[in-house]
């Protein structure tokens, strides 16, 4: 760190200081987005991934591989357990299927009115850091 001092007409005082930095911020910026773009995009992968009907078939084949290979742990904490992952699948492809058919609506009145600016009905392919961003814009 670098201290510059300014000095006053009179006398040479020191009435200011000011501390110049070199700021490391866009560096660690660059390389958390590195980081962080990745686990955003596989976030986002394993949210559409939960909402199919596949999800429900690797948590039975845990559950019966579980009964099988450690049925002396397997009580009914470990069926509370397994029927907390169903529940939150069921939650996750109700809510999955309700935003695509509002999705699905919205992209159909945003291609019927042509004053809507161009790549909006895309927008939903977008991160959804990416799409508070454009909203953020747009108000």
Avoid: C
């Avoid at 501390?19 to 976030?43: C, G, K, Q």
């Avoid at 009580?75 to 999955?96: G, P």
């Amino acid at each position: 760190m670098r201290l510059e001092h300014a000095r006053s007409a009179t006398g040479g005082a020191v009435h200011a200081r000011k501390r110049i930095f070199r700021n490391p911020i866009p560096a660690l910026a660059v390389a958390f987005s590195m980081i962080r773009d990745p686990i955003r995009r596989s976030l986002s992968v394993l949210a559409a991934a939960t909402a199919r009907p596949a999800a429900f078939l690797v948590v039975i084949a845990y559950g019966v591989l579980w009964l099988i290979l450690e049925p002396e742990t397997f009580d009914m904490h470990s069926l509370a357990t397994l029927i907390v992952w169903v529940m939150t699948l069921i939650i996750q492809r109700a809510e999955h299927g309700d935003t695509q058919a509002i999705h699905a609506k919205l992209d159909g009145l945003l291609h019927s009115d042509h004053r809507a600016p161009d790549g909006l009905a895309e927008i939903d392919d977008a991160e959804p850091e990416d799409i508070e961003d454009a909203r953020q814009k747009n108000s």
